[in-house]
């Protein structure tokens, strides 16, 4: 193991070909290449197998990276297969776009002096490797239990569960009111971060393996909650968080003020091959427009790379803090950036300026001022220091709220926390209505696709633990 591993002392680290800027601008594909395996087994070779795996503490399901890394090492990639997919659902999304500088590569702790290894590259190689050469089977359980179980949400926490479920053996049915499988991994990430097909392969296993999906179903308007818990033994809710946090201020209601999932799911929609209405009129379409951006997390990355492949004149993010405290990941605003965003920082919106349509931002230059209870530096303007911004297209990504649950399933028995989440229990999974269980952003506030996968995981188990309590308890009453 030694002369395999522990290569960081004379290999650099490599990340995947990164495709040039101006060629990126031109589509919507992913942006890095995959690794060739000569490349991938080097790269995990850089891995110093930590006796304590730092990696591994700060990766939200604790994968076993050191041992698939020593596996890509040797070639051994199927059983690298094996070890990634014990504990990852969807290890290949992973792999692209979870922000690896917060999480597992930025806890990398190889040796001071050296670059991480590159731990999420090598993790979605896996992956599609194990796909091309069929290792990627669907998982049919292989007793059926009898019982079934509602799964409300077909973003990345639901079908985590579901998958789970399935292998325990219950009828898992899925509704969803979109369309399409995925949640925001279809129609909110854009495609140079996640290609479609990625998704759309994973939704076809899971039919596979006996997941039956009601696409169209909104759960409390045509579907009413208190049906689905009829028919079904137990319901998990994994409806995401999608309320858009709102901009005031005067010229606020002008039209070309666009919620940024609006903007992102009309995009995505054209990219499937749909003809998007609002798109085709040009009222979600960048081209040609001036575009600003407000808002500094990872949905504003998204929307400001989206405004630049749809051929946008300028396109500007404006971000009320600065760079070091901004909430989007790093490598997020440098692949922004060689794409020719220009970033405002220490910047708000005052007013929006125009007659029935916008026509520019005008804002205020902030300060840092000294940190709130939390520790984080508070904002405040800077007298004078005003300025105006063109723009014909401007994108609230402010961030989201959940909607109010226990109004729209019209079961004001269902307990919220102050910030509209579901209340759960943190081990049971279970709110506060008995067999009804709930995970992912729905639960945590928006936050990663590898948290509700995580989620989905443990409310699985959970949920399966209930169950089959019930059912000794209903076996032992007969
Ligand atoms: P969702 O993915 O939101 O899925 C919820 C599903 O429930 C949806 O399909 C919705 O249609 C359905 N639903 C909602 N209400 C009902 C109802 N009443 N009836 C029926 N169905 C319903 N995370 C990362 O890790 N990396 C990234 O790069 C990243 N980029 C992002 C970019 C954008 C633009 C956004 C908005 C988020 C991004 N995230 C990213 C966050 C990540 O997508 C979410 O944290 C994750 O998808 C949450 O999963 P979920 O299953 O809880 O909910
Ligand atoms: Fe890193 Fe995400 Fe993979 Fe965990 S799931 S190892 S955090 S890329
Ligand atoms: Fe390998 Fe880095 Fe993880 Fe240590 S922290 S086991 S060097 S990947």
Redesign the pocket.
Known sequence: MVERMLQFVRLGQQTPDKRHAALRREDFQEIYAEFDPSRAAAQASRCSQCGVPFCQVHCPLNNNIPDWLKLTAEGRLEEAYEVASATNTFPEICGR???QDRLCEGNCVIEKGYDSVTIGAVERFITDTAFERGWVRPAPPRIENGMSVGI???????LAAAEQLRRFGYDVHV????DRV????IY??PGF?LEKHIVLRRWKLLEQAGIVFHLG?????ALAFAALRARHDAVLI?????KPRDIGGPGAGLAGIVP??DY?TASNRQGLGERVTDFVSGELDAAGRNVVVIGGG??AM?CVRTAVRQGAASVKCLYRRDRANMPGSMREVKNAEEEGVEFVWLSAPEAFLGDATVAGVRAVRMRLGLPDATGRQAVEPIEGGHFTLAAELVIKALG?DP?DLPA?FGEPALTVTRWGTLKVDHHSFMTSLPGVFA????VRG???????IRD?RDAAAAMHAWMRQNAAIAVAAE
């Open positions: 776009i979870c922000p409300i949400g077909a973003g990345p926490g639901g509704y969803d009111r979109y995925g949640g925001l991994m909110g990430i971060k179903a909104d759960v409390g308007g994994a409806t995401g968080v999608y940024a999932l992102l990872d949905t998204d989201f909607e729209a995970a992912g952003d729905i928006a936050s990663l696709v590898v948290w509700a989905g």
